[in-house]
């Protein structure tokens, strides 16, 4: 596993959509990456990505509303496509005409689904241990989410449900201080998660792709990974045979590496 000695993590900048304000970062010049976090996460999930990778692309990390210093409001909706229309809308706010977006876990399906309502703007792809076809293991167990979901936004259950919910996360490895509203959100889009739209938008996809993945992922299974990149349109696939579900962080320089190969080849397709 080869990750940065240290990580990066400039300062936020904000922008605007119709809906309101946007976090996000941005640095370097060059082809850009735009880069999607999982839930709960933020731009901060890329720190390590962004120690990994050169001054010659342009990276962005993004905070979806409801996480980081986007604020819910923004764009409220949990469902995939929702969020992925939010994404293009920031594209267009930052005067991004062409671009790679990343997504990591859960924000693979939000950066794909853009990828299939923007294909001008978003040349390539790049999954990072990315939610498949169909639901992984820990979704498979967990039971409920759409009346947890119901629960949080009522004023005598919200309470006993983040806790209840808080609790779920921290047994899967998150970390305990996430907010309130972070924990509340991740619920309402895991309810909402639809595997149809995924199945339908992996399908629509047209533009190359990056699949990776790591063998001993402990949230999502390798054959979940492996039947999602087999459907995918013809790219790079990485797959690690340790790193965790983290791979942006643990394998840093090797998934640097080939994004930033997709990036120069996506800006110059005669590269």
């Given at each position: 596993m080869?990750?940065?000695a240290?990580?990066?993590?400039?300062?936020?900048r904000?922008?605007?959509?119709?809906?309101?304000?946007?976090?996000?970062?941005d640095?370097?010049?060059?082809?850009?990456?735009?880069?999607v976090?999982?839930?709960?996460?933020?731009?901060?999930?890329?720190?390590?990505?962004?120690?990994?990778?050169?001054d010659?692309?342009?990276?962005?990390?993004?905070?979806?509303?409801?996480?980081?210093?986007?604020?819910?409001?923004?764009?409220p909706?949990?469902?995939?496509?929702?969020?992925?229309?939010?994404?293009?809308?920031?594209?267009?706010a930052?005067?991004?005409?062409?671009?790679?977006?990343?997504?990591?876990?859960?924000?693979?399906?939000?950066?794909?689904?853009?990828?299939?309502?923007?294909?001008?703007?978003?040349?390539?792809?790049?999954?990072?241990?990315?939610?498949?076809?169909?639901?992984?293991?820990?979704?498979?167990?967990?039971?409920?989410p759409?009346l947890?979901?119901?629960?949080?936004?009522?004023p005598?259950?919200?309470?006993?449900?983040?806790?209840?919910?808080?609790?779920?996360?921290?047994?899967?490895?998150?970390?305990?201080?996430?907010?309130?509203?972070a924990?509340?959100?991740?619920?309402?889009?895991?309810?909402?998660?639809?595997?149809?739209?995924?199945?339908?938008?992996?399908?629509?996809?047209?533009?190359?792709?990056?699949?990776?993945?790591?063998?001993?992922?402990?949230?999502?299974?390798?054959?979940?990974?492996?039947?999602?990149?087999?459907?995918?349109p013809?790219?790079?696939?990485?797959?690690?045979?340790?790193?965790?579900?983290?791979?942006?962080?643990?394998?840093?320089?090797?998934?640097?590496?080939?994004?930033?190969?997709?990036?120069?080849?996506?800006?110059?397709?005669t590269?």
């Amino acid at each position: 596993m080869t990750t940065p000695a240290l990580p990066r993590d400039p300062p936020r900048r904000m922008a605007h959509v119709a809906g309101g304000p946007f976090s996000y970062t941005d640095e370097g010049a060059g082809p850009v990456l735009v880069a999607v976090h999982g839930l709960p996460g933020s731009a901060r999930d890329f720190r390590w990505l962004g120690a990994a990778l050169p001054d010659t692309v342009r990276f962005v990390r993004l905070d979806l509303p409801g996480f980081g210093d986007t604020p819910l409001a923004t764009a409220p909706q949990p469902g995939i496509d929702a969020r992925g229309a939010f994404l293009v809308d920031v594209l267009r706010a930052l005067d991004i005409s062409r671009c790679v977006v990343i997504g990591h876990s859960m924000g693979g399906a939000v950066a794909l689904s853009a990828a299939v309502q923007a294909p001008d703007r978003i040349t390539a792809l790049g999954l990072i241990a990315s939610i498949g076809l169909r639901p992984h293991h820990v979704l498979r167990r967990f039971m409920g989410p759409q009346l947890l979901a119901r629960a949080v936004d009522l004023p005598l259950l919200a309470h006993p449900a983040r806790q209840l919910f808080r609790a779920m996360l921290r047994l899967l490895g998150f970390p305990p201080q996430l907010t309130n509203e972070a924990v509340a959100h991740t619920l309402r889009c895991v309810a909402a998660l639809d595997f149809q739209i995924q199945v339908r938008n992996t399908a629509k996809l047209t533009v190359p792709t990056l699949a990776t993945w790591a063998v001993d992922d402990a949230l999502i299974e390798r054959a979940v990974s492996e039947e999602h990149a087999a459907a995918l349109p013809p790219g790079p696939r990485l797959v690690f045979a340790a790193g965790g579900h983290n791979i942006q962080k643990s394998q840093a320089v090797e998934v640097a590496e080939a994004l930033v190969a997709l990036a120069r080849a996506s800006a110059d397709p005669t590269a």
